[in-house]
Every structure is written in structure tokens, then in C-alpha cells.
T-cell receptor
Framework: SQQGEEDPQALSIQEGENATMNCSYK?????LQWYRQNSGRGLVHLIL?????REKHSGRLRVTLDTSKKSSSLLITASRAADTASYFC????????????FGTGTLLAVQP | NAGVMQNPRHLVRRRGQEARLRCSPM?????VYWYRQLPEEGLKFMVY????????ESGMPKERFSAEFPKEGPSILRIQQVVRGDSAAYFC???????????FGSGTRLTVV
């Protein structure tokens, strides 16, 4: 299976609710990044968290990293219809020449 | 700063033809990466290049696929004798240095008919 696995695969919520997506990985990492992809479009970088960090905030986004459990979560607070997209985690690894390993993504649908 | 520019946005090729995908990295970025995304899947790493050098091509199919990043001009991903299974979105990304966050282009969607 892929290095990064997102959970859940799909999530549907109402506008104003919070959305939490999880990502697990298998081997040690340098850092972990979250990206958003709108349907048929490119990826937008959301946030990068380094392996020595535990939590990071950016606007309505909150990312946590637990290296002991090899997992990360992305929380979107007060969701909006415009947050509807697929969300991917990506990890890079020591000695892996800077390539990113992507998970399979969580498809988030925010109902207005 | 125009960001990572890829062209064309959409490319249709018949089986057996060649596909050339271009990527101009962000200004000041000398590290370029190519990824492929099949429908309903995440991105898969293909190749990592610096100017005039291939650093890591562990994700590239051994046959028909090649990539370059010349001293002048964009990076090119070339697929010879395309087959239906090559239909996918191909994304280019760039970064100023290893370990920095990468910026992605909007992708080229290749359809092989």
C-alpha cells in the first residue's frame, strides 16, 4: 500500500462544521505536507510540518503530527462550501532525494 | 511570479504517437519534479531533476518515458509510442532547494485515444 494513507476516503459535512482528515505513513520522515486539489485542477500547498514539530496553524487549518504513531491530522474549522476538494498528505524521507510520497486522498464535500 | 507553468493543459494523442509535456519552474527554482496522477488516485513520483541532471528517476517506467531539464528552457517529459494506460494527469513541481516546500503546476491532462 502507499506510504501515505488518508482516512476517511470521503467526508461530507455541512457548512460551518469542522472537518478532520487523518494520514498515516510507514517510515521515518523529514517533514509532512498537506495539499488541496480542486476537481480537475492542480495542487495547492496548504501547510508543511517538520518532523520535530507537533502542531501547526494556518488560518482555519490546524495540523498535528505524531511521529510515534506515524500519523498526522488536518483540521479545517468553520468549513465553507469553497473548501470542497480532495486533500492529500505527502511525506518526504531521509535519503529519498526530496521526492514526495502522496497518500490516496480524502474527498471533502461541504454542503451549503 | 507566474508560478509553475505547464503546457499544454490538455493533450490528446493517438496510440503510438509521442507526447511532449513542458514545465517551466518558478523563477529561482532549480529543482523540478514530475508526478503522474491516475483517475481517483494520489500522485506518484516519477522523476527529480536539477539543471541538466537527472537526480532520481526511480518512478519512471524503464521504457518509452524520458525527462530532461536543459540549461536553457523548460523541463520536458517525453512519452514515446503512447498507450491507453498512459492517460493521466501529469504534474510538474519545483522548489528552490531540497527540503523546501514544492509548488505545483496545474498539470497536463493526457488522453490517449
Amino acid at each position: 500500500s502507499q506510504q501515505g494513507e488518508e482516512d476517511p476516503q470521503a467526508l461530507s459535512i455541512q457548512e460551518g462544521e469542522n472537518a478532520t482528515m487523518n494520514c498515516s505513513y510507514k517510515t521515518s520522515i523529514n517533514n509532512l505536507q498537506w495539499y488541496r486539489q480542486n476537481s480537475g485542477r492542480g495542487l495547492v500547498h496548504l501547510i508543511l510540518i517538520r518532523s520535530n514539530e507537533r502542531e501547526k496553524h494556518s488560518g482555519r487549518l490546524r495540523v498535528t503530527l505524531d511521529t510515534s504513531k506515524k500519523s498526522s491530522s488536518l483540521l479545517i474549522t468553520a468549513s465553507r462550501a469553497a473548501d470542497t476538494a480532495s486533500y492529500f498528505c505527502a511525506t518526504d524521507h531521509p535519503g529519498a532525494t526530496n521526492k514526495l510520497i502522496f497518500g490516496t486522498g480524502t474527498l471533502l464535500a461541504v454542503q451549503p | 511570479n507566474a508560478g509553475v507553468m505547464q503546457n499544454p493543459r490538455h493533450l490528446v494523442r493517438r496510440r503510438g504517437q509521442e507526447a511532449r509535456l513542458r514545465c517551466s519552474p518558478m523563477k529561482g527554482h532549480s529543482h523540478v519534479y514530475w508526478y503522474r496522477q491516475l483517475p481517483e488516485e494520489g500522485l506518484k513520483f516519477m522523476v527529480y531533476l536539477q539543471k541538466e541532471n537527472i537526480i532520481d528517476e526511480s518512478g519512471m517506467p524503464k521504457e518509452r518515458f524520458s525527462a530532461e531539464f536543459p540549461k536553457e528552457g523548460p523541463s520536458i517529459l517525453r512519452i514515446q509510442q503512447v498507450v491507453r494506460g498512459d492517460s493521466a494527469a501529469y504534474f510538474c513541481a519545483s522548489s528552490p532547494s531540497p527540503g523546501a516546500s514544492v509548488d505545483f503546476g496545474s498539470g497536463t491532462r493526457l488522453t490517449v485515444v
